[in-house]
């Protein structure tokens, strides 16, 4: 790497090597002996040793090539750093599908500065696809430019979502689906938020909500799919939040906001 290349190029080239290492064991490891899933929130709220060993190979992989950076992990991983910089590490966001031996999970590492989500990488094993992307300096699906979907409208819109793993949140959310459901093109649950929010990025979604998420969840997939030329915003439109999250195409993103205020609970 050159002294001319930027810290946010640097930083997606961090996040894409160590999320594919740690990606690559897990889709080995899963091949190949038991999960020893058990769980954490809720009754359904899984965790392998997989989850764990691919959060354990990325902050020694930080630990190596970014030693004063900050690190949140999903299973745990907290370190102060002095550098400005914050990594948030989903080490397999969607678990539920990786127990399941569906292809739809993913390792999602992203990086903050003072300014937000500067890096990141959503690696897709089993499908072979590494996204990632850089403030100001695009987003990639396996080293190609991608770009959102150029639709103005909802109703032609194909819209994904998500569920908490709390029954209480769930039936809030489910509410809102119901009406929501009628309105568009159709609705898809893929149960993997960073891949859900690559999969607006690169035009095979229009539109992405989910609430109750972590940064984890977000960081990495907002960075790409912004400069992919997703809009982002809670529900009622203000600056987005872990805790609620729209992604679309510009096209809809007005529209969805109004549908979502009109469906269901409040959303503010
Ligand atoms: C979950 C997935 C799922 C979403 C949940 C997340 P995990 O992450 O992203 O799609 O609906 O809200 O918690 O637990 O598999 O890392
Ligand atoms: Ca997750
Ligand atoms: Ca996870």
Redesign the pocket.
Known sequence: MTSSTSLGSQLRHVAESLAREAGDMALLGRKSGPLSATTKSSPI?MVTKFDKASEAMITEGLAKLRPDDAIIG?EGAAKHGTSGITWHI?P?????NFVFDLPMWAVSIGAVDEHGPLAGAVYVPALGEMFSGARTEGASLNGSPISVRDNNDLADALVCT????LISEREVHAKRVADIVMKVRDLRRF????VDICFVACGRLDAYF?E??HSW?LIAGQVIATEAGAVFSDYVGNPVTPSQVIASTPGVHADLIQLIAASGPDAS
């Open positions: 709220d999903e989903d397999i966001d969607g678990t539920t998500g569920y908490s793993y149960g993997a938020a960073a989910e109750h998420l969840d």
